[in-house]
């Protein structure tokens, strides 16, 4: 493992890749449209250049699937939604596609090293990057999306021992005993209770006032300080490694009962639940 190294495995907007450049690490961004990787590499020429970002346009699949093309379904209103996985549907409408390259995480893995940290999230395939991970050689901390609880019984699998699950609509980490309304913000929880068309219109009116408002801000280990915006994953590791993520490391089994409530309410609620979570995983 090389403790100067970061994995961005779906770079978009390079929100992260920033963060992790802003603490002096080296960086393979792994990104599937095309048209991000550009943007990117204009964004961090000189990152690029320095040997410290490494750009790659490439689809994540799992082993069998590797060395192939994949159609990337394309939301060009919302490329955060763009996915290798399944049908237009699972990019809520995507217009456009284009066919991508793939790659293995074990590929990856093998030609740039194992990293410190494996942030992962794109759309539907984070568990492929779940399933990937060796045990006898994994990266000290990993984030994924949290879009099957079954993830988190793969990472135990992996040898991972503590988790957290962060709240990203606010960078706020779960506890035993957070109730999910009670811990909404007062226009969150006036919004569960509304119609799904209602819903769906105030949530692009607040994403859009939002895109240049910083969820969280908090101090870097240099004593700076760095804002994470609507984009950003947020910060990982332990408090003088990455920043730390909010709130405490839990067991799976403290993660089981701090997650429930939510999963219920999500559940009552529908497509509709305005938040999403990531979890992290460390040894």
């Known amino acids: 493992?090389?403790?100067?190294?970061?994995?961005?495995?779906?770079?978009?907007?390079?929100?992260?890749?920033?963060?992790?450049?802003?603490?002096?690490?080296?960086?393979?961004?792994?990104?599937?449209?095309?048209?991000?990787?550009?943007?990117?590499?204009?964004?961090f020429s000189d990152a690029i250049a320095g040997g410290r970002l490494t750009i790659v346009h490439r689809a994540i699949v799992g082993d069998a699937e590797a060395n192939r093309t994949v159609t990337l379904w394309v939301n060009p209103n919302n490329r955060e939604w763009n996915t290798a996985a399944g049908t237009p549907a699972a990019s809520r409408h995507a217009t456009g596609r284009v066919d991508v390259p793939t790659i293995s995480l074990v590929s990856l893995f093998a030609e740039h090293g194992v990293p410190l940290y494996l942030k992962v999230d794109i759309e539907g395939m984070d568990r492929v990057c779940a399933e990937a991970i060796?045990?006898?050689?994994?990266?000290?901390?990993?984030?994924?999306?949290?879009?099957?609880?079954?993830i988190v019984n793969v990472l135990a699998g992996k040898g991972y021992r503590r988790f957290k699950c962060i709240r990203?609509?606010?960078?706020?980490?779960?506890?035993?005993?957070?109730?999910p309304l009670e811990s909404l913000s007062p226009v969150s929880r006036w919004l569960v209770r509304r119609p799904a068309s209602l819903k769906r219109k105030v949530v692009r009116l607040v994403r859009g006032k939002e895109a240049a408002r910083a969820k969280k801000i908090v101090r870097l280990p240099d004593g700076g300080e760095w804002m994470f915006g609507r984009t950003s994953s947020g910060a990982f590791g332990e408090a003088g490694c990455?920043?730390?993520a909010d709130g405490p490391w839990m067991s799976i089994e403290?993660?089981?009962?701090?997650?429930?409530?939510?999963?219920?309410?999500?559940?009552?609620?529908?497509?509709?639940?305005?938040?999403?979570?990531?979890?992290h995983a460390a040894e």
Request: charged share 35%; with cysteine; aromatic share 10%.
């Open 254 to 279: 403290e993660f089981g009962r701090a997650w429930r409530p939510w999963r219920e309410a999500m559940e009552r609620v529908g497509e509709s639940w305005p938040h999403w979570f990531d979890i």
């Open 1 to 43: 493992m090389r403790d100067d190294l970061v994995f961005d495995i779906g770079m978009y907007d390079g929100a992260d890749t920033a963060y992790y450049l802003r603490l002096g690490l080296r960086v393979v961004a792994v990104e599937a449209d095309p048209e991000l990787c550009e943007l990117g590499r204009v964004r």
């Open 134 to 150: 060796d045990p006898g050689d994994r990266p000290r901390f990993v984030s994924l999306e949290l879009c099957d609880e079954e």
């Open 242 to 244: 990455g920043g730390g």
């Open 168 to 179: 990203q609509a606010d960078l706020v980490g779960l506890r035993e005993g957070m109730i």
